[in-house]
């Protein structure tokens, strides 16, 4: 979720729901030349108590003393650390880091060693169901992780060679599960309520993990906590809700950012999609920079969608 789960983001899932949030991806080798961009992704938004700190990086040394400095500056604000061991994206593995850890198991392993020699906070890892398709590695690397000290792991029901394609696999999440004593949290494809009784259901994992799912539908928490305990799902938002919240996304973001909040072009997109000439928007929210942009270009669709109506 690197550029997406920012302050931002993260306050408008934990408002709908979200239990636990995730800062995005932070580089150990960023942090350690003092990158202050990098740092900045370490803060805490109003109201939110403490964070998960996602890490990432192949070298055990960096990894463990990047963690205490985390540790240390952040305090009480950390719930843990957790080690990226599952993006798949060419930026990130062709360094060697993230989903391409899966392919030296001895690494990783030494990576959680030094990380959890080095802090106090519980340490654990995601990752996939293995790096190359129909190579499925995941419940044995599992096993190595819980050896080496991790308190708790993440299972992606995909392989890394798979990117996003495809359906994510949760059998695996149930394997996870019967290979660790560790608690398993399941992630992959969790995008109503019901997903989330699904794969509890199926696998017995002890949480789950929503990410993409979430992307421009905060509302998606409150659906899924209400789905776990057996209650009616909340209504889809409205166009006008939906809108709203794009709305506020954007002030929040610019609260935090400043005038220039290109990143917001994205969510926006998100929000958008599906509504009646959300199409011919995207082509405006490209040129956004200001908050004023994007709600010019709000009202304009909410003018279209009036007419649809």
Not at 20 to 38: D, Y
Request: net charge negative; hydrophobic share 45%.
């Amino acid at each position: 979720m690197a550029g997406v789960s920012d302050i931002a983001f993260r306050t408008l899932c934990r408002e709908a729901g979200a239990d636990m949030a995730f800062t995005e991806m932070v580089s150990a080798k960023g942090l350690s030349f003092a990158n202050e961009k990098t740092r900045h992704l370490l803060a805490l938004a109003d109201g939110e108590s403490q964070v998960a700190v996602q890490l990432f990086g192949h070298e055990p040394d960096v990894m463990a003393s990047q963690a205490a400095w985390i540790e240390q500056e952040m305090g009480e604000g950390l719930a843990y650390l957790d080690i990226n061991m599952g993006c798949p994206a060419r930026k990130i593995v062709s360094k060697g880091d993230g989903s391409a850890l899966m392919k030296d198991p001895d690494l990783a392993a030494s990576i959680v060693r030094a990380v959890k020699g080095a802090v106090e906070h519980p340490v654990t890892v995601k990752f996939r169901r293995g790096w190359a398709e129909g190579d499925e590695t995941a419940p044995a690397f599992a096993r190595l992780m819980e050896e080496a000290g991790a308190d708790g792991v993440t299972v992606h029901g995909r392989f890394a060679e798979q990117l996003y394609r495809g359906s994510a696999d949760w059998g695996v999440i149930a394997r996870v599960r019967e290979a660790v004593s560790v608690p398993v949290v399941g992630n992959g494809d969790i995008r109503r309520g019901a997903d989330a009784v699904s794969v509890a259901a199926e696998t017995g994992c002890d949480a789950v993990m929503i990410a993409r799912g979430a992307e421009g539908n905060p509302w998606l928490f409150s659906q899924v906590q209400a789905a776990l305990v057996g209650e009616a799902e909340p209504a889809p938002p409205t166009v006008g809700e939906r809108i709203a919240m794009a709305r506020r996304h954007a002030e929040l973001l610019t609260h935090r950012e400043g005038r220039n909040i290109v990143r917001m072009r994205k969510h926006a997109m998100w929000y958008m999609a599906g509504l009646p000439g959300a199409a011919a928007a995207r082509g405006r929210i490209n040129y956004c920079t200001t908050l004023a942009d994007f709600d010019a270009v709000f009202d304009e669709l909410l003018e279209i969608v009036r007419e649809h109506s």
